[in-house]
């Protein structure tokens, strides 16, 4: 999934990054490096955190992110802060690239992850890869529908799907406690 991840933050970052005269060109892959970095830890610390819900609704997008949906903002959030601190870019550049190109690059996947005819992406595949394989086996992408517009349908106060969603909170904490997918993008960008 990272080099996949990679790839997709790379054709979402011409305009955003590399044409973007307030970017050096030698900054340029380390910050397709932070936004992959940003995108993979923000979907598996959302997860490990019990957001499930908020996870599961941006793939049920059809590749409109919401930017107002937590997971998205956080993702943005700890974007900008990578570039100012680690980078040095300045706020305002940091907080454009992040604005434009987190929202194309979630989009991209969305898109990707719900067209049949594309197998590079899949939902199960990719909470796989954050949760270590906790969810392998499962058919989320047939419980996706469950999570659109509240997990609690019938208003009877009984979630059904909550020992779904603590699997998958369990299985992301153990992922990052285990290094994580943190630790393989550092072998890809040499963090």
Known sequence: M???????VRENAQQTVVANPAVPNDQNEAIIGEATHSIADGL??????????????????????DNNNPVVN???????SNLT??????????ASIAGSLIPAVLGSLVKKTNDPADNGFSLDGIFSSLTGGSTQGLNLSGL??????????????????????????NGAKQQQSSGGLGGLLGGLFGR
């Open 2 to 8: 990272l080099d996949q991840l990679v790839q997709l």
């Open 44 to 65: 598996q610390n959302a997860l490990a955190s019990g957001n499930v819900q908020e996870v599961m609704s941006l793939f049920n997008s059809n590749g409109q992110v």
């Open 74 to 80: 956080n993702i943005s959030g700890n974007l900008i």
């Open 85 to 94: 601190q680690k980078l040095g870019l300045n706020s305002g550049a940091a």
């Open 144 to 169: 996706l529908g469950k999570f659109a517009g509240g997990l609690d349908k019938d208003g009877d106060g009984d979630v059904d799907l909550q020992d779904l969603m603590g699997m998958i909170s």
